[in-house]
C-alpha cells in the first residue's frame, strides 16, 4: 500500500514562492510517473506538472517559466518550487503517483491535497 504525504502550502503574496513536497511512504513499491494537480474553487482539477521516473516533465502552460517540479533519487518524493505567483495559482494542490501494477493499468494514488493561496 502506497501513501503520499504533502506539506509546504500556505499563504503567499503575488510574486512569491512557495515550495510543495510530497513523500511516497510504503514497501516494495516503485512509481512511473509523480505529479501535481489542483484544483481551484469551482473549477475542475487540472494538471500542474509532472515528471516520470527517469526525468521527463510536463507542465501545464499557465506555469512554465515559474514552476519547476523535480523527484528525489529513490523516486519516492517529488517537490514543485513555485516562483512568481499569481493569485490564479490559489487552489488545493494535490500530489499524484502512478504505480505500476501486475495489469496493464497502473494504480493512481492521492495525496490529501494542501491549500495554496496567493494574495494579490
Known amino acids: 500500500q502506497v501513501q503520499l504525504a504533502e506539506s509546504g502550502g500556505g499563504l503567499a503574496q503575488a510574486g512569491g514562492s512557495l515550495r510543495l513536497s510530497c513523500a511516497a511512504v510504503?514497501?516494495?513499491?516503485?512509481?512511473?510517473?509523480m505529479g501535481w494537480y489542483r484544483q481551484a474553487p469551482g473549477k475542475q482539477r487540472e494538471m500542474v506538472a509532472t515528471?516520470?521516473?527517469?526525468?521527463?516533465?510536463t507542465y501545464v502552460d499557465s506555469v512554465k517559466g515559474r514552476f519547476t517540479i523535480s523527484i528525489d533519487n529513490a523516486k519516492t518524493a517529488t517537490y514543485l518550487q513555485m516562483n512568481s505567483l499569481k493569485p490564479e495559482d490559489t487552489g488545493v494542490y494535490y500530489c499524484?503517483?502512478?504505480?505500476?501494477?501486475?495489469?496493464?493499468?497502473?494504480?493512481?494514488?492521492w495525496g490529501q491535497g494542501t491549500l495554496v493561496t496567493v494574495s494579490s
Open positions: 499524484n503517483a502512478q504505480v505500476p501494477t501486475t495489469t496493464f493499468t497502473p494504480l493512481q494514488v
Open positions: 510504503g514497501s516494495g513499491f516503485s512509481v512511473n510517473r
Open positions: 515528471i516520470t521516473s527517469d526525468g521527463r516533465k
